[in-house]
């Protein structure tokens, strides 16, 4: 349940946030969303039993469910054509890093302290990262979407209904 909740509650936040996501600035909804991530991590890390855990790993996932969208739209946007490759390709290299050494380095400190010793560090560390981010990440509001009265807030979805190709990817994903 611990594993599922975060994946849970990663996939409708990321459905959620579809509907409103373009009409802010990417920038803004980084550091909000990596610091709700960060503040939920460290909330695993301080809870004392199983249901606080499963809450804050249900508010942990919430949060990091948009990061990764996020973080490869503001590369999209910032990166030049002719080295976005490249720049998906370090992205993607972090995200598998992150996996293959974050979870035994997690072991190992549960090893040494106890259980909750990863999830702190990785709460702290990614407080470190937000400061980081904040100085580091251009503003993106150029690329906010005008909000027109009226609009049609399913129309992305409407559109993913219509375009047979994004609902082949979807049966295969």
Known sequence: ??????????????????????????????????????????????????????????????????????????????????????????ISTAFALASVLGVPFALYLTNIFDWHAGFR????????IFAILFKVVPSQEKFVQKRHAGRDVFLPIKNIFNNSSQLWALCFA
Not at 11 to 37: E, H, Q
Not at 43 to 54: A, D, E, N, R
Not at 121 to 128: D, K, R, V, Y
């Open 1 to 90: 349940y611990l594993v599922a909740s975060y994946t849970l509650c990663a996939g409708v936040s990321g459905f959620m946030a579809s509907f409103f996501i373009d009409f802010f600035d990417r920038k803004t909804l980084l550091m909000v969303f990596f610091f709700g991530f960060s503040i939920g991590t460290i909330s695993c890390g301080l809870s004392k039993s199983y249901s606080t855990l499963l809450v804050a790993r249900s508010i942990t996932g919430m949060f990091g469910g948009v990061l990764g969208s996020l973080v490869l739209s503001i590369a999209s946007d910032c990166v030049t054509y002719s080295k976005r490759g490249a720049a998906m390709g370090i």
């Open 121 to 128: 560090f990785l709460g702290i560390l990614s407080l470190f």
